[in-house]
């Protein structure tokens, strides 16, 4: 059997050093398709066998089998699927590829030599984060070697990119986020060098409703008191006002969350009701005051006198 050459990413200067190689292509033996006397293939096989670089022996070898020919007349193998738990970045390798026959081994002589470089690795900070109801912005720091490669993008339409979005070593990424019109929280996602970071943005607030009570009612002639109360939710603000001038607020003329708004009425000298409002958190409190009685009324002087 003939000696094969065996090449590492089509390189036939054994000098050089390939890095990250990811096939071998190599001259087949010159016996590659011819039998013997008695008909068996004289090139059953071919073997693979890498050796640290300056080794008298290989540490590790693989059968590729036969396989077949590329129309420039050479063998081509994928070696991915053979670099598992190994190499070490950093370390140089050379390989040969031998033909296994009935008559024995033909050995090629050494390939190129080779190494790997290390993988890039990242490390993105924060991978999530909260953000409020309304527009806003944020950032996620990227942490890795010089020269590693990375992107940023967005996978939510209320996630924009603002900077960063490709960058090649450690760098930052900067996004917007835009206000959210509905009351349920929302969840987006960016990517950043590979890695997921994932953004829950707060409800915006319900709107305020507010409850006012009594809505009406009717107090006596005579001057007095009275008092309205107002339910809501806490954070949401309302301001109480007269409009009437007996009617005079004398608390509560504005509050945030539920609260009581307090009133002075004047008396009533009039025969006949009288009917004012109050604006509670901008509900209309209705006050019909009852009507004077003609007996209020202070009886006139009796016959003057005069006495000498």
């Known amino acids: 059997m003939r000696t094969i050459l065996l090449l590492m990413c089509a390189s036939v200067v054994t000098a050089q050093t390939t890095i990250d190689p990811r096939r071998a292509e190599f001259v087949p033996s010159a016996d590659h398709s011819r039998t ?89 900070s924060p991978t999530s984060l909260n953000a409020a109801a309304t527009a806003g912005s944020g950032s996620a720091s990227v942490t890795t070697a010089g020269g590693c490669v990375w992107t940023a993008t967005s996978n939510a339409s209320w996630l924009g990119i603002t900077a960063g979005a490709s960058g090649s070593g450690s760098g930052t990424v900067a996004f917007s986020i835009a206000a959210n019109p509905v009351t349920a929280s929302r969840t987006g996602t960016l990517t950043i060098a590979g890695q997921t970071v994932t953004v829950i943005q707060a409800g915006a607030p319900a709107p305020c409703t507010f409850t006012v009570s009594p809505t009406s009612l009717s107090p006596p002639a005579t001057a007095g008191s009275n008092s309205a109360s107002v339910t809501t939710t806490i954070g949401c603000t309302w301001t109480a006002t007269s409009n009437a001038s007996w ?5 509560g003329a504005s509050g945030s969350g539920s609260g009581a708004v307090a009133f002075s009425i004047a008396a009533n000298a009039a025969t006949s009701p009288r009917t004012g409002t109050l604006t509670v958190a901008e509900l209309t409190v209705t006050v019909t005051q009852q009507a004077g009685s003609a007996d209020d ?12």
């Open 297 to 308: 009324t202070p009886p006139p002087p009796g016959n003057l006198r005069v006495i000498p």
């Open 247 to 251: 009617l005079t607020i004398t608390s």
């Open 36 to 124: 013997g006397p008695d008909g068996a293939p004289l090139v059953q096989s071919y073997q693979i066998e890498f050796y640290l670089q300056g080794a008298a022996a290989p540490f590790q070898s693989a059968s590729l089998g036969k396989p077949g020919l590329d129309p420039d007349g050479l063998i081509r193998v994928d070696l991915t699927t053979i670099f598992l738990g190994w190499p070490l970045p950093g370390t140089v390798y050379t390989s040969t590829v031998a033909a296994v026959g009935p008559g024995g081994v033909g050995r090629s002589a050494q390939s190129n030599a080779f190494s790997f470089s290390a993988p890039c690795s990242y490390t993105v």
